[in-house]
C-alpha cells in the first residue's frame, strides 16, 4: 500500500479526456496495467486471509477494485496518507 502511495507517476487519463482519447493500443496497455495490478492486490488480499489476517468473508474482486480506486491516482491525493493507511487495513478485517 505504501509502495502504490509513493507513486508519483500516473497511468490514469483525466476524466474529461475519457477513452475517446486513447488510441485501441493505448487502451490495451492500460488494460493490462489494471490487471497487473489487480492481480498483484488479490494475491496478497488472499495470502492475508489464508494466514488469518484478513477476514475470512472478503469478496477479493471487490475488494481488490476498491482499494486500487483508493490508491491510484488523483483519488489517493484526496486523503491523507495516514487515514488511507488505517483505513485499508481495517477494511481487511485487520488490527491496526
Known sequence: MRTQL???VSF?????AGRAAL???AAAR???????????LSTIVEAGIAAGDFSA????????RIINGLLVGSSAK???REALERFVPQGLGATV
Do not use: F
Open 30 to 40: 492500460m488494460r493490462e496495467h489494471v490487471v497487473l495490478i489487480e492481480e498483484v
Open 12 to 16: 490514469h487519463v483525466p476524466q474529461a
Open 57 to 64: 468473508d472478503l469478496d477479493v474482486t471487490g475488494t481488490v
Open 23 to 25: 488510441t485501441p493500443d
Open 78 to 80: 484526496r486523503y491523507p
Open 6 to 8: 509513493e507513486l508519483t
